[in-house]
């Protein structure tokens, strides 16, 4: 556990640099609902097909007056795709770079979200109509301290009500409103979707729109399951409120990581009406939808900010009042208006407020074009020895994007969480 203090020294310097946010405690003792929506990427948001609007309940939150709309909001997950980004939520660490984190370190010690609002009164769960030990959920969800999770054994799965995965999205929210007035409140509670998952398969009955039409069957019919998630968070909306819940939460949707891999760029390409989707291009398709959306707030805006998911955990502290100072964790409050200025992407990638960074090429990020390399720098570099890579806008930025990979790393593989004693401090008021 000695390279602890030097962890902690960074975080200290580069990390903890916000403050408190103007929205600090403005959530203080709600519930809170977070939604985890399967494969939502942000390109679907405001957007059309075959003439129709994909995502209507979605873009109407983008302009409700309770309602915060992320548009830059990247997904940072790797191998361990839904896990990958429920890790970054929970624990604002990175995932690995290597396999899924749920699984390689599922019985580490952790300092999760659950664990610390616990201190402050809080229960929390998740409702995840799936087999328990899919990724290692329940062995992970302990070490986590989740106090509950709501896994498949308490759904009423038939044929009828299932399509690709399991039960579609639209009887899991009905019938998960009765786990959810049974809870001790103030409850944390997050709630996985399954429909829009890869293939994305739905049955004639529960398409409200047509498919795409191109050569990729993936992109055609993940429209029409985008809907349906859609529709199925729009009823979700109003069973909070027939439930006499919505009042006294707040309720989170964020996009957990894309559902259309590079193998669909073709088609695309043709349905986001470009040449090419270019490496610059990739990146801005990581962009997953984040709405915080908090009943009576009436301040609501889109925020076009660079967030991410690693923001999470920072962020609902800081709307639920809580200060976890002596914490360890590499994102900001999404609110702060002084803020680290990145988001660092599991391979090393990152996007910054001015730039994109990837494959090693830096490139503007509000006209897509790469930055021309600094070769004066180059060569004073070259001289003294220190050269290793090209030097470009990008490369300050690069360096702590890999400092902060490997501090993150250093903390999972070395199991660091077991040598520090956060005491009751760490959620002083
Ligand atoms: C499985 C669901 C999907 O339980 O969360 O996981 P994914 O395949 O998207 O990682």
């Known amino acids: 556990g000695n390279e602890i203090p030097e962890i902690q020294e960074y975080i200290n310097e580069h990390v903890k640099v916000t403050g408190k946010s103007n929205m600090f405690g403005a959530a203080e003792g709600k519930n809170v609902i977070f939604i985890n929506a399967e494969s939502l990427q942000q390109f679907v948001i405001n957007n059309e097909v075959n003439g129709e609007e994909v995502t209507p309940f979605l873009n109407s939150l983008t302009e409700d007056e309770d309602t915060y709309y992320f548009e830059n909001f990247y997904e940072q997950t790797g191998q361990g795709n839904t896990s990958d980004s429920e890790f970054l939520v929970e624990n604002s660490l990175y995932p690995l ?168 760029n073709r088609a695309m390409s043709m349905y986001l009406d470009q040449d090419e989707i270019t490496p610059y291009d990739q990146v801005q398709l990581l962009r997953v939808p984040m709405f915080i959306h908090i009943p009576g707030d009436g301040n609501g805006k889109v925020m076009s900010e660079v967030t991410g998911q690693i923001d999470m955990k920072p962020t609902i502290l800081s709307l639920l009042g809580i200060e976890a100072e002596d914490d360890l964790y590499f994102g900001n409050d999404v609110f702060s208006d002084k803020r680290k200025g990145y988001i660092a992407l599991r391979n090393g990638d990152f996007i910054s407020d001015d730039y994109v960074s990837t494959y090693g090429i830096c490139y503007d990020r509000e006209t897509g074009e790469p930055v021309e390399e600094d070769s004066e720098e180059l060569d004073t570099n070259a001289e003294e020895g220190t050269q290793t890579g090209p030097v470009n806008a990008c490369s300050p930025i690069t360096e702590k994007v890999e400092t902060e990979l490997s501090y993150s790393d250093n903390l999972i593989y070395g199991d660091l969480f077991r040598f520090i004693d956060f005491g009751d401090k760490e959620t002083v008021k």
């Open 97 to 264: 770079s290597r396999g899924a984190v749920f699984f390689t370190h599922g019985g580490n010690e952790y300092h999760a979200l659950p664990e610390i609002i616990k201190e402050e009164g809080y229960t929390s769960s998740v409702l995840h109509a799936n087999n328990k030990s899919f990724w290692n959920r329940d062995g992970m969800y302990d070490s986590l301290e989740i106090d509950h999770f709501y896994d498949e054994v308490a759904y009423e799965i038939t044929n009828e009500n299932s399509v690709g995965w399991g039960l579609k999205d639209k009887p899991f929210f009905e019938q998960s409103i009765k786990y959810l007035q049974s809870m001790e409140q103030p409850f944390y509670t997050k709630f996985i979707t399954l429909t829009n998952h890869f293939p994305f398969e739905l049955d004639e009955e529960d398409k409200s729109i047509d498919p795409y039409d191109s050569n990729s069957n993936t992109l055609n019919n993940y429209f029409p399951t985008v809907r349906y998630m859609d529709e199925a968070l729009e009823d979700f909306f109003e069973q909070l409120k027939d439930a006499g819940i919505y009042e006294d939460s707040i309720i989170i949707i964020m996009g957990d990581h894309i559902g259309i891999s590079a193998n669909h």
